[in-house]
């Protein structure tokens, strides 16, 4: 290979098994042990969920800031964002993710821990980026813009913090005490608020709900959209994506004008990807499964956007690979599996030597040819 150029080595999380940092540290090992001349950059990245700010700190020169917030449950917890000089990073999940929810149960969870931390942040700057993935919540962002500022009444005039499973209990919304602020959430779901798409029916059984409760979660949605689009005077109703993360990005849109953009562009754009690819002779990503899903939206698809666009190759290692995935439509010029197709997880494998021993064979062979 020519000297001047590397390798830029960008895996999303081996869910379930590798975080992403782990896991690009183990890819760049492996190209270096296996071919100890071949220069390397390792970009952990991620879409929104869980593991973002990681991506993000390891990727962005800024600081971490300590906050005491609210979980799901509304109980006292701490958590942490990324500030930066171009905007603070807040991942969602580091408040009211499923992982730290003490019981699942998404007609009383609330959004509010966020809503704090987005109010600390706002102290800083006036830039913010959420990454709104493994929400435990459905209460469309209505805690977030309580602990903003914003005041919900029900039908006697008392006010209230709805959540998921209250939403049709709100009879006025005033939103006038939030401040300005220029919010971009990550969204890389294309679901609306209500209805056999939304967040109800599509999201919360994994979030605890049961078939009734989804019900009346949907039920609350659409109502609460009804009194957002008269009193607040947005209609998020079809937005798409507006069901991400139980409906926050609908309730962000109405209620701090938020964008909802694609995740990985997001990530890509904060850390300068397309300035990596101006070097790179190669791409190599990866993630737990890769799928149908892998080419719509998520991190993958749109890595080989950005590479197609500087005629750079993409390989991505991932643990399995569903059969019948379609290589050439996907845009990679390689998809190779440390494991075979539903291969179930074991707790005594060791992942991270079957991902080193795969990259390691796989670059031992192909960059010794170049």
């Known amino acids: 290979m020519h000297t001047s150029k590397q390798i830029v080595i960008c895996p999303d999380s081996f869910k379930g098994t590798l975080p992403a940092d782990e896991a690009a540290e183990i890819i760049e090992r492996a190209v270096n042990d296996a071919v100890p001349s071949t ?3 390792a970009m952990p990245i991620a879409d929104g969920g869980e593991g973002t700010l990681d991506c993000f700190r390891r990727a962005l020169s800024g600081r971490i800031i300590g906050v005491q917030t609210r979980n799901a449950n509304f109980r006292p917890c701490n958590a942490t964002y990324l500030l930066t000089p171009q905007c603070a990073v ?8 499923l992982a730290s929810t003490e019981f699942r149960n998404p007609a009383r ?3 509010y821990g966020v809503g704090l931390m987005m109010a600390d942040a706002l102290k800083r700057t006036k830039s913010i980026t959420l990454a709104l993935g493994g929400s435990s919540t459905n209460d469309a962002g209505a805690g977030i813009a309580a602990a903003l500022g914003a005041v919900f009444y029900d039908d006697k005039g008392n006010p209230f913090v709805p959540t998921g499973g209250t939403l049709i209990n709100v009879n006025s919304i005033d939103i006038s005490a939030i401040p300005p602020a220029d919010v971009t959430c990550m969204c890389d779901v294309d679901n ?4 056999e798409r939304g967040a109800a029916y599509v999201f919360s059984p994994q979030k605890g709900a049961d ?3 989804v019900k009346k979660l949907d039920d609350g949605l ?3 959209a009804d009194v957002i689009k008269r009193d607040v005077g947005s209609d998020v109703s079809e937005i798409p994506g507006g069901g991400a ?4 990005a609908a309730g962000l849109v109405a209620f701090c004008g938020a964008k909802l953009k694609s995740g990985i562009d997001i990530m890509l754009d904060l850390t300068k990807f397309d300035d990596l690819l101006e070097t790179a002779s190669m791409v190599v990503t990866g993630e737990g499964r890769l799928d149908s899903q892998s080419t719509g939206g998520k991190a993958i698809s749109g890595i080989v956007r950005r590479a197609a666009a500087h005629n750079v190759p993409v390989i991505a290692i991932c643990g ?4 019948g995935f379609d290589l050439e439509k996907s845009g990679l010029s390689l998809a190779i599996a440390t494991s075979p197709f539903n291969t179930p997880l074991s707790p005594g494998r060791n992942y991270a030597k079957e991902l080193y021993d795969t990259a390691y064979n796989l670059f031992a062979e192909t960059l010794k040819k170049q």
Not at 90 to 97: D, H, L, M, R, T
Not at 245 to 248: F, T
């Open 192 to 195: 609306p608020l209500y209805g």
């Open 211 to 213: 078939y009734a409760m």
């Open 320 to 323: 399995q690979i569903e059969p």
């Open 245 to 248: 993360a139980g409906g926050i």
């Open 222 to 224: 659409k109502h609460f």
């Open 39 to 41: 220069k390397t950059f």
């Open 90 to 97: 807040i991942e969602s999940a580091k408040a009211i993710g």
């Open 109 to 111: 969870t609330t959004s």
